[in-house]
């Protein structure tokens, strides 16, 4: 493992690059499968970015969050050879390191596209210095840089290369398991968010998300507690505080556990 674990200290980040989903042109499926995957880990994402093909901006938000403590951090997208794949250029910025020729990367471009591997595809092979190559069966190789990784936009090449990496980093994810306990009531949000407060205030284990909406029934209210530690007490506690609203308001569904995403 890096320097910066053990995982029950992660704060993950997770970045897509691409002018594409910034203006709405393409739904960002990379950022979605991405946040899931890392709750799939037991390590949920604390930050999701969708940044420019511009290499200040994703330069200044890299430096940003590795300021803030923030590791690991995944980029998707804007790694090719094509002019506005900054992401290499960007990620240097961030971590103020130089672009060098990786020999190593060169020659597996070399070795993939023969006489095609032209100046575009050459680029590929300036990558910060330090780095270091992530396997890609299907094409040119992502890159790492502690606690940086940098992968393809393909969801083909993404995901098989994200999943080794968390397995590389974390071991094997659990197959199911238990992550959190909801409840929905059929009352307003404002009617239950004082005991919320104080629940949430004094088990600070217990992570709490409200979820209102309008129903043709009137106003209901999803209250899910997650527990990320898999701590029994924790979970004692936070199933305690639901079976206690379950018992006090009108119920609309009733406490149920909910399962990790499992495989994706």
């Given at each position: 493992m890096p320097p910066?674990?053990?995982?029950?200290?992660?704060?993950?980040?997770?970045?897509?690059?691409?002018q594409e989903i910034l203006y709405g042109e393409r739904p960002n499926d990379n950022l979605l499968?991405?946040?899931?995957?890392f709750v799939r880990y037991g390590v949920p994402a604390a930050v999701g970015l969708?940044?420019?093909?511009?290499?200040?901006?994703?330069g200044k938000h890299l430096a940003t969050l590795l300021s803030l403590g923030y590791r690991p951090i995944f980029v998707s997208g804007g790694i090719g050879s094509t002019h506005d794949d900054r992401t290499r250029q960007g990620i240097a910025l961030g971590l103020g390191r130089p672009l060098v020729k990786h020999s190593e990367c060169f020659e597996r471009l070399a070795r993939r596209y023969g006489a095609r591997v032209n100046e575009q595809r050459q680029r590929m092979a300036w990558l910060p210095e330090g780095s270091q190559l992530i396997e890609n069966p299907r094409g040119a190789p992502g890159f790492f840089v502690d606690p940086v990784y940098a992968f393809p936009g393909f969801p083909e090449m993404l995901h098989p290369m994200a999943e080794e990496t968390l397995t590389r980093l974390l071991g094997n994810p659990p197959e199911k398991g238990s992550w959190a306990l909801e409840l929905t009531l059929k009352v307003p949000e404002g009617d239950i968010a004082a005991e919320v407060v104080r629940f949430a205030n004094a088990h600070p284990g217990v992570e709490i998300g409200l979820y209102p909406r309008i129903t043709p029934e009137g106003p209901m209210v999803t209250v899910r507690c997650r527990c990320w530690g898999h701590d029994p007490g924790v979970w004692s506690q936070a199933e305690g505080f639901?079976?206690?609203?379950?018992?006090?308001?009108?119920?609309a569904e009733a406490l149920r556990e909910l399962e990790g995403p499992g495989k994706i």
């Amino acid at each position: 493992m890096p320097p910066w674990t053990p995982h029950s200290i992660w704060k993950p980040a997770v970045a897509t690059v691409g002018q594409e989903i910034l203006y709405g042109e393409r739904p960002n499926d990379n950022l979605l499968w991405l946040l899931r995957v890392f709750v799939r880990y037991g390590v949920p994402a604390a930050v999701g970015l969708i940044l420019p093909d511009d290499e200040a901006v994703i330069g200044k938000h890299l430096a940003t969050l590795l300021s803030l403590g923030y590791r690991p951090i995944f980029v998707s997208g804007g790694i090719g050879s094509t002019h506005d794949d900054r992401t290499r250029q960007g990620i240097a910025l961030g971590l103020g390191r130089p672009l060098v020729k990786h020999s190593e990367c060169f020659e597996r471009l070399a070795r993939r596209y023969g006489a095609r591997v032209n100046e575009q595809r050459q680029r590929m092979a300036w990558l910060p210095e330090g780095s270091q190559l992530i396997e890609n069966p299907r094409g040119a190789p992502g890159f790492f840089v502690d606690p940086v990784y940098a992968f393809p936009g393909f969801p083909e090449m993404l995901h098989p290369m994200a999943e080794e990496t968390l397995t590389r980093l974390l071991g094997n994810p659990p197959e199911k398991g238990s992550w959190a306990l909801e409840l929905t009531l059929k009352v307003p949000e404002g009617d239950i968010a004082a005991e919320v407060v104080r629940f949430a205030n004094a088990h600070p284990g217990v992570e709490i998300g409200l979820y209102p909406r309008i129903t043709p029934e009137g106003p209901m209210v999803t209250v899910r507690c997650r527990c990320w530690g898999h701590d029994p007490g924790v979970w004692s506690q936070a199933e305690g505080f639901l079976k206690n609203l379950e018992g006090s308001y009108p119920v609309a569904e009733a406490l149920r556990e909910l399962e990790g995403p499992g495989k994706i």
